[in-house]
Structure formats: C-alpha cells, structure tokens
C-alpha cells in the first residue's frame, strides 16, 4: 500500500481517511493500539469483545454486540449494591 500523509492537530488528533475507514472496518468508537517500533508508529485494530460475543452467544443471549451490551448492562445493574 502506498504511504498516506495526514496532519497532526494543534491537539494531537489524526484525521484517518475515508477510503482507510471504511476499508478497515472502523467506524466511530472503534478502539484502536499503537506502538511504537523504532521511529514507526503501528496501529492495530483492537476487535470488539462483544461483537465476538454475540457470534458465541446468538441464541442465549442475543445474534448483535447491541444486545449483548443490553444483556451485559442489565447483569450489572442487578448486581449493584
């Protein structure tokens, strides 16, 4: 892939382009790791733990990361005090 140059903000942020969102599956929210190799900033999608849920979990709790938030946000509220 050919090298993509964005600016840095006056407050650290990097705008990551459309086409490289959308090709990667990031969508707002997405978490994201860096580390640093060398002089190299990587960045790595960090998959969603309830969206790997909700394929282990379609037919108990339910098929999409929404309801098993829903799921996972009710358990806690029971359990506080």
Known sequence: MKPISVTVS???YVVLPAHLRKEMKIKSGSKILINIQKDKLILEIVPSFTK???GLTGK???DRPENVEQFIDGEREERLP
Do not use: F, P, Q, W
Request: avoid cysteine; glycine fraction near 22%.
């Open 10 to 12: 006056d407050r650290g």
């Open 52 to 54: 790997k849920l909700s």
């Open 60 to 62: 108990t709790i339910g």
